[in-house]
């Protein structure tokens, strides 16, 4: 985003929860009540007899943390405090990945989670993320991820009336409870002495059990790869560093100051450096975090950025071909993976390989696993995004870039082949991924109608398909498609498209604009 639309953003309220500029849109009174409304919508729940584990004796527990970013600390506080006044306890875990909270409220049988995090946004930003728990267990001790539209949009009406956003007034639904029913702040153990916090000791074990489980196990092969890990002074530090041990041969951004040494957000702009790092160093692979650690971008043992798209092809690829070599050569037949409608058909190639079968959800991790969950035959193996988000249903519903950095590993193990390797004996398409900046997201509406309209015809004689569950999506074919939509977390129109040469995707690319 130009540094003009971040300063006039207003605060973003989504399915992703809300974010805005640290001491403009995004304030420790606005963290409070966001918090104060999502113990209320939880409160609502557990009174209704909705609640996970079906208790109405009991104030609904909240995981809270923050990715570590500058100030973050400031708005935990706050948020924490909000919780409580909401009547919820709050188990305050620090600094800590995404994914690790979606790991700690399965722990806890909490009823949800709220981070502290902007994600990928560049420093000046902030915001809260919310996490939920589903209704009913019914996959397990695996259950908490993003929440569904329904009670994303619960919450963000919700907020925009107390806080006068709806007409109503300031205040309209008041959030809080009596003083005799305010809520406890629990901090969770932060580890010390060479030891990891509790959070990131849960995400470890849930992670190593699963890796086990498919004969990923850490061995000799494994333990020889090189990695080097640019976690951008936030959130992925202490994971990453924990998990690796000797294999990482260098940590970039392994600081606890919250100041990201370059743009956060991992794309290939942003990563030149740890490119010439990778290959100076002769790593084997070179592995980039964002500030809350739900996105992985990888660098191959040349120093080159394979792209993001790569992350889950990989992934993919590494838990298809170890189910295989596992228990046959049938193992993988009809195995599902679910994937967005912005994301490269390459994993549809890697699934067609192994008999598995690749669905499409529209953009969002929460509408990624809602269709995990609900297809048939013991829910979705693996699920994802092409910004390097991977969801690995056995460790946590949520994006993990922990997760994606033991897959890509144990494929490198297993193989024994190097990622430049892997990567080109992947079938390849060009991709190009564009931003437009717009003054409020009301007006991609009449861009998104244009891009329907100048194909209608042609979807009427069959010769494109086109899906409007998220934007507008035209698919060419074997041509290539086009997608063209609305951020959920950024006043942007995303322009996405995918052919077979870079003249083909940059021809459809235009289209949109």
């Not at 009670?151 to 205040?171: C, E, L, N, Y």
């Not at 092969?221 to 990453?240: H, L, P, Q, T, Y």
Request: with cysteine; hydrophobic share 45%; net charge neutral.
């Amino acid at each position: 985003m130009s540094s003009l639309a971040a300063a006039s953003a207003p605060l973003m309220l989504s399915v992703s929860g809300c974010r805005g500029i640290f001491g403009r849109t995004m304030t420790p009174e606005v963290a409070a009540r966001f918090a104060m409304v999502v113990a209320a919508q939880l409160r609502e729940t557990a009174a209704s007899g909705g609640g996970a584990d079906g208790s109405q004796s009991r104030r609904p527990v909240v995981v809270l943390a923050r990715d570590g970013r500058a100030a973050g600390d400031v708005l935990l506080r706050a948020a924490a405090a909000g919780l409580a006044a909401g009547g919820c306890d709050a188990l305050d875990c620090g600094v800590a990945m995404t994914p690790t909270v979606g790991v700690m409220v399965d722990a806890h049988a909490a009823a949800a989670g709220l981070i502290i995090t902007a994600s990928h946004n560049p420093q000046e930003w902030n915001g809260l993320k919310v996490v939920m728990r589903a209704d009913t267990l019914d996959r397990g001790i695996v259950d908490a991820c993003a929440p569904a539209k329904s009670t994303a949009d619960a919450i963000i009406a919700r907020f925009k009336q107390v806080s006068g956003m709806s007409g109503g007034g300031a205040g309209a639904r008041a959030a809080g409870v009596g003083p005799l029913d305010i809520g406890t702040i629990t901090e969770s153990p932060r580890g010390g002495l060479g030891l990891p916090s509790a959070s990131t000791t849960a995400h470890l074990e849930r992670l190593r059990h699963a890796l086990k489980e498919l004969g990923m196990h850490d061995d000799r092969r494994s333990m020889a790869i090189k990695c080097i890990v640019d976690s951008v002074n936030a959130s992925g530090v202490e994971a990453s560093r924990e998990f690796l041990g000797a294999r990482l041969v260098h940590h970039v951004g392994a600081g606890t100051s919250g100041i990201f040494p370059h743009t956060p957000e991992p794309t290939r702009e942003n990563l030149t450096s740890l490119c010439e790092f990778v290959a100076r160093k002769r790593a084997d692979v070179g592995f980039a975090q964002d500030p809350d650690a739900d996105r992985l971008a990888i660098i191959d043992e040349r120093g080159e950025y394979i792209g993001e798209e790569y992350t889950l092809v990989l992934c993919a690829e590494a838990i298809l071909g170890a189910m295989v070599e596992k228990h046959g050569p049938d193992a993988a037949r009809g195995k599902v993976m679910v994937i967005n409608l912005s994301t490269s058909r390459m994993i549809e190639d890697v699934a067609a390989k192994y008999g598995a079968r690749v669905l499409r959800a529209a953009v969002g991790e929460a509408n990624v696993v809602e269709l995990m969950k609900r297809t048939s035959g013991g829910g979705a193996i693996l699920g994802g995004e092409g910004n390097g988000g991977v969801i690995w249903p056995r460790v946590t519903y949520i994006r993990d870039s922990l997760t994606a950095m033991a897959l890509v590993i144990g494929l490198l193990a297993r193989t024994g082949k190097t990622v430049s390797q892997l990567v080109s004996e992947t079938p390849s398409y060009a991709i190009i991924k564009k931003k437009v900046d717009l003054p409020d997201l009301g007006r991609a509406a009449p861009t998104l109608a244009a891009v329907k309209q100048r194909f209608a015809a042609m979807a009427a004689s069959g010769e494109v398909k086109i899906d409007e569950q998220d934007g507008v999506r035209i698919d060419f074919g074997k041509r290539g498609w086009l997608h063209v939509r609305a951020s959920n977390t950024e006043p942007i129109l995303r322009m996405i498209a995918e052919a077979p040469s870079m003249e083909e995707a940059d021809k459809l690319a235009t289209i949109g604009e």
